[in-house]
């Protein structure tokens, strides 16, 4: 029987699918560190991760290894040099998170925008004494322009949505999505440098590249509205942490809502230390039925991957698929 390891604590009745074709290595305890994940993928044949850091000196050391399945859309904790290099399968799970990470998205911004978790605090510190016609007054979503970089699927999705909000949406993506999508979104395709001048809500839901990191930075927020709000669902990483963080204490932008940090999960900590800012612990994607999905798409990614089940050979999502079905050197 081919050997697995499941890195996290995931659904058991996943671990079971798992386990009817293959002798597995559940880590049911703390995230493997760099040593401990080497050690558990050293005799293995598959792994199933979820944003663990797989090295290419992790794939040198485990000979056996033909596939590891990441249980997330985004991949950037794979060093795909390194698996292309050792002629090891990639694979992710998209699709099926873009509507729960646009509505997450959604709640963020508006969150932000609103300033529910300043407000929250407040009033959880027992400061609320009476009603005053000036208490956290915030910025409206209806009728503002939203803008959105990254314009895939995820982006796509949180653009629908702005439609029930009466927004103008302007996007900025690698390359301009096709004008069939442009339509249905209302969706105007315009520079980032433009996008961040004109739109009052910012969100980040592009894929973390060498190429992108802090792609909003000092500069980039300085561009932007004065009451205009960022949120970040994307990944750490792509925001310059600390420069936000002094953007906001000296209200350059009015909010932001952050899902992703550089060195999650660690913190920068002066993001702790300023008001207006929403922080949540990258759960954009955390429904059951979502998380559910993905668990189970990382398991058939797997299954078909090593060769077992109904789609033997073919996994659904394989991220280099120039490398699948060769066997290592
Ligand atoms: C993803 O799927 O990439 C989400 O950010 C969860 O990691």
Same mark, same amino acid.
């Given at each position: 029987?081919?050997?697995?390891?499941?890195?996290?604590?995931?659904?058991?009745?996943?671990?079971?699918?798992?386990?009817?074709?293959?002798?597995?290595?559940?880590?049911?305890?703390?995230?493997?560190?760099?040593?401990?994940?080497?050690?558990?993928?050293?005799?293995?044949?598959?792994?199933?991760?979820?944003?663990?850091?797989?090295?290419?000196?992790?794939?040198?050391?485990?000979?056996?290894?033909?596939?590891?399945?990441?249980?997330?859309?985004?991949?950037?904790?794979?060093?795909?040099?390194?698996?292309?290099?050792?002629?090891?399968?990639?694979?992710?799970?998209?699709?099926?998170?873009?509507?729960?990470?646009?509505?997450?998205?959604?709640?963020?911004?508006?969150?932000?925008?609103?300033?529910?978790?300043?407000?929250?605090?407040?009033?959880?510190?027992?400061?609320?004494?009476?009603?005053?016609?000036?208490?956290?007054?915030?910025?409206?979503?209806?009728?503002?322009?939203?803008?959105?970089?990254?314009?895939?699927?995820?982006?796509?999705?949180?653009?629908?949505?702005?439609?029930?909000?009466?927004?103008?949406?302007?996007?900025?993506?690698?390359?301009?999505? #096709?004008? !069939?999508? +442009? *339509?249905?979104?209302? @969706?105007?395709?315009?520079?980032?440098?433009?996008? &961040?001048?004109? %739109?009052?809500?910012?969100?980040?839901?592009?894929?973390?590249?060498?190429?992108?990191?802090?792609?909003?930075?000092?500069?980039?927020?300085?561009?932007?509205?004065?009451?205009?709000?960022?949120?970040?669902?994307?990944?750490?990483?792509?925001?310059?942490?600390?420069?936000?963080?002094?953007?906001?204490?000296?209200?350059?932008?009015?909010?932001?809502?952050?899902?992703?940090?550089?060195?999650?999960?660690?913190?920068?900590?002066?993001?702790?230390?300023?008001?207006?800012?929403?922080?949540?612990?990258?759960? #954009?994607? !955390?429904? +059951? *039925?979502?998380?559910? @999905?993905?668990?189970?798409?990382?398991?058939?990614? &797997?299954?078909? %991957?090593?060769?077992?089940?109904?789609?033997?050979?073919?996994?659904?999502?394989?991220?280099?698929?120039?490398?699948?079905?060769?066997?290592?050197?």
């Amino acid at each position: 029987m081919q050997k697995v390891l499941i890195a996290r604590p995931i659904f058991p009745d996943v671990v079971e699918r798992l386990r009817q074709y293959f002798e597995v290595d559940w880590n049911t305890g703390e995230v493997l560190g760099a040593e401990a994940l080497t050690q558990r993928l050293a005799d293995k044949d598959g792994a199933l991760t979820a944003g663990d850091t797989v090295s290419a000196a992790m794939l040198a050391a485990a000979p056996r290894l033909r596939v590891v399945a990441n249980m997330a859309v985004g991949y950037n904790n794979f060093d795909m040099d390194g698996f292309n290099a050792a002629h090891v399968l990639a694979t992710n799970t998209p699709d099926v998170l873009n509507e729960s990470t646009a509505d997450f998205g959604w709640a963020l911004m508006m969150a932000a925008a609103r300033r529910m978790a300043e407000a929250e605090h407040w009033l959880r510190g027992g400061h609320w004494q009476k009603w005053a016609y000036d208490g956290f007054l915030g910025a409206d979503i209806h009728g503002s322009t939203l803008g959105v970089i990254g314009m895939g699927r995820i982006g796509q999705a949180l653009a629908r949505r702005a439609r029930g909000f009466n927004m103008q949406v302007l996007y900025h993506n690698r390359t301009r999505v #096709a004008p !069939a999508i +442009e *339509a249905e979104l209302n @969706a105007h395709y315009v520079s980032k440098e433009a996008l &961040l001048q004109r %739109a009052d809500h910012v969100v980040l839901v592009l894929p973390y590249t060498p190429q992108n990191h802090h792609a909003i930075g000092a500069a980039e927020l300085a561009l932007m509205k004065p009451n205009a709000t960022l949120t970040n669902l994307a990944r750490g990483g792509i925001v310059d942490d600390a420069a936000l963080a002094d953007a906001l204490r000296h209200k350059r932008i009015a909010a932001a809502g952050l899902d992703v940090f550089e060195g999650e999960p660690q913190l920068n900590p002066a993001l702790l230390s300023v008001p207006n800012i929403v922080l949540t612990p990258h759960i #954009a994607s !955390a429904t +059951e *039925a979502t998380r559910r @999905a993905m668990a189970n798409l990382a398991a058939d990614n &797997l299954i078909a %991957a090593l060769g077992e089940g109904p789609n033997a050979g073919r996994p659904p999502n394989p991220v280099n698929p120039q490398v699948s079905g060769r066997a290592r050197a």
